[in-house]
């Protein structure tokens, strides 16, 4: 099975409570989306391999680390998982960008594609799906079939809020995706948004609502 990451450090969890709150608009919702994405990007790449490196200091000569050949992609799934696009890549500033449009149908809660663009050569690369709203779980499991019917075999899936419903599907579906979220929150409701949650969020990230 997938292993669960919840990446709970006191300054995500303070930006997520802001987050959080109705009254927060969609400037600083942004901007602290960006920021928790930046620090989780920070865990999910504490595992990439490192290789040596000679270079010279204004003293001496050492040899020194840099992060080894694997590449990454960044794959957001349309629209809220732009928000965290600009937050790994201030981490990882050569990560290509993927977009896979999806959207969930209102009445059956079932997402539908609309687009998919992604990098030549995406299977050749660690690819990190992103998107703030882990639900149901169906969005994220579109979206890493298509990754994988295109050959990509190293996925990891970073969420900001995870329901106990979405990881589990994910996690049955794609066991060999590993998930990272700040929280796992409670339950869905009845129009399947995750509770407590943080409401819409690709509608508080572009104002649409
Ligand atoms: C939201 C969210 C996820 C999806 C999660 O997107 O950003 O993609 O719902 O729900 P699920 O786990 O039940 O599939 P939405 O469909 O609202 O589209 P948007 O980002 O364009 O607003
Ligand atoms: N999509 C969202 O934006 N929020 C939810 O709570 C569920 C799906």
Do not use: W
């Not at 790994?88 to 009445?107: C, D, F, M, S, W």
């Not at 639900?135 to 190293?154: F, Q, V, Y």
């Amino acid at each position: 099975m997938g292993q669960l990451h919840v990446i709970d450090h006191p300054m995500i969890q303070h930006k997520l409570t802001i987050m959080r709150d109705k009254e927060t608009g969609s400037k600083d919702f942004r901007e602290l989306l960006q920021e928790i994405a930046l620090l989780m990007g920070y865990e999910i790449t504490r595992d990439l391999p490192l290789e040596d490196k000679e270079i010279e200091t204004p003293i001496c000569k050492m040899t020194a680390k840099v992060v080894a050949g694997r590449k990454l992609a960044v794959v957001p799934i349309l629209r809220a998982g732009l928000g965290m696009v600009d937050g790994i890549r201030t981490l990882v500033p050569v990560a290509k960008v993927g977009h896979i449009g999806l959207y969930r149908n209102e009445q059956t809660h079932k997402p539908v594609v609309y687009y998919c663009k992604l990098p030549e050569d995406i299977q050749k690369r660690l690819v990190i799906i992103t998107d703030p709203m882990l639900a149901t779980g169906g969005s994220a499991c579109d979206a890493i079939a298509m990754l994988k019917e295109r050959g990509c075999h190293n996925i990891r899936l970073m969420c900001l809020v995870g329901a106990p419903e979405g990881i589990a599907k994910v996690q049955a579906e794609h066991p060999d995706v590993d998930i990272y979220v700040a929280a796992v929150d409670k339950c869905l409701n009845s129009d399947a948004y995750i509770v407590p949650g943080l409401g819409d969020a690709g509608d508080r990230i572009f104002g649409t609502k």
